[in-house]
């Protein structure tokens, strides 16, 4: 610990600017930016075992363990800036980030031996997806507000929540408006896409839930969220820093809702017409069952809940 101590002191008074808050995995203390305070937390748990902040937020490298790489880790993006994979949009005051995920070849869909799987998750099919990007959290509530002026959300409390109750068409119309304010060209996921990503992209380890075999640790769902939902990346990420896709809300997918094939496939769209969309990911009060990655969902376009929200894709 002393080394720790040493090395947190002679670095600390360094950091004498703070970073817009976009990752939230090294925002430590949560008040937006990345600064020493962050820093401080880490040493502070470190030492005297403080827990002031959930026990996840003080492992920033997301390897399981609360140690010196810690703060060496919010050092490095105070002083280098945030990791290449990661790309910062500001839309009304609003920072979200973009995780930038390198395309690659997969096999979606279940296992023959996942006895938990639905039939519409077999058969099980190699997918090839090219390079993309993808929220690192779900749309929260403060960026749908800073777009469309208005935020129905069925929990409130804190404007860190997820969105729910947005319907299928809400969300093309947000995406709408969100593409004229910054001269982009978001759109919501396809279903392979979110579940390449869910999985890990190219550093995948083959966990059940996105992050993680252990639910409790990646998750919001029915057996902890106390029936609501929860700010966004308060639970840890998966391999690629991307958070909650696995519990909190589900995710609208732009696919129309169809059976697999069994067939090899490059960047797969679903089927060109339908009457339900997809939707992953399960939600607060989805069982550990339904926040397996491979879980699919389906609605009608107009339905939506207060468990039901989205995340960008670009």
């Known amino acids: ?17 703070a970073l817009p808050m976009s990752a939230n995995e090294w925002d430590v203390n949560g008040d937006g930016h990345i600064t020493s305070a962050d820093v401080t937390a880490i040493y502070d748990h470190l030492l005297n075992n ?77 997918v090839t997806v090219s390079s993309f990007a993808i929220g690192q959290t779900e749309v929260t509530q403060e960026l749908w507000l800073a777009v469309m002026g208005w935020n129905y959300s069925g929990h409130g409390g804190n404007l860190q929540y997820p969105v729910e109750y947005v319907n299928y068409e809400m969300c093309q119309n947000f995406i709408a408006k969100l593409n004229e304010m910054t001269g982009k060209n978001f759109r919501l996921p396809t279903e392979a896409e979110w579940e390449f990503a869910a999985r890990g992209g190219n550093e995948s380890q083959g966990y059940i839930y996105a992050g993680g075999n252990i639910i409790g640790d990646v998750a919001w769902y029915e057996d902890n969220s106390d029936n609501e939902t929860h700010v966004v990346a308060t639970k840890a990420p998966n391999e690629l820093g991307i958070y909650d896709m696995s519990g909190n809300v589900w995710e609208w997918c732009s696919d129309w809702y169809g059976d697999y094939s069994a067939e090899a496939q490059t960047n797969p769209t679903g089927p060109a017409s339908g009457g339900e969309k997809v939707m992953r990911g399960a939600s607060w009060c989805g069982s550990a069952k339904k926040c397996r990655i491979t879980k699919r969902f389906k609605a009608s376009t107009g339905f939506g809940d207060d468990d039901i929200g989205l995340r960008l894709a670009l």
Do not use: C, R, W
């Open 50 to 126: 403080d827990m002031t902040y959930a026990e996840s937020a003080y492992d920033v490298d997301g390897d399981g363990h609360i140690t010196s790489a810690d703060i060496t880790a919010v050092y490095d993006v105070i002083l280098n800036g945030m990791p290449s994979n990661i790309t910062q949009y500001t839309v009304n005051g609003v920072t979200f980030a973009m995780v930038n995920v390198e395309g690659g070849t997969f096999t979606m869909g279940a296992d023959a031996s996942d006895s938990n799987a639905n039939e519409d998750e077999f058969p099980s099919h190699q």
């Open 1 to 17: 610990m002393n080394t720790i101590k040493k090395f947190s002191l002679a670095m600390a008074a360094l950091m004498v600017s």
